[in-house]
């Protein structure tokens, strides 16, 4: 009976403590960066590059895009910008997911300050810098 008292004891200090450790509330804005995403000035190569890197290569590069992109290569400033001219509104919209053009990426979403550069560069008037 002493045994099973102390395996008992034991097992409640180790529940105790997981219950203890393992649950904190953090705010959103510490955790994710704040939401303060700083678009006055975007640069191409900086924010927008390693966005579309990330986001959108995977299917949109210049080997995927035939196959898995519906042929919209948007790697490299040129095919971007072209793509830009008639669609700028609907990649915008893509991104945001407000059910106004297919979603994209399909399977994922941009984060907010992601989207908030792409959107500024390109109402910045997508400079190639």
Partial sequence: MNK???IFFIAGIVLLSFSVTSCY???EETLYGGGICDTSNISYSNKVVPILTVYCSSCHSAVNAPVLGSGLILEGYNN???YLQQ???TLINAVKQNGSAKSMPPTSKIDKCSIAF???WILQGKKNN
């Fill in 80 to 82: 971007i910008s072209i």
């Fill in 118 to 120: 792409l959107e500024a």
């Fill in 87 to 89: 669609h700028q509104q």
């Fill in 25 to 27: 509330y953090d705010k």
């Fill in 4 to 6: 099973f008292v102390y």
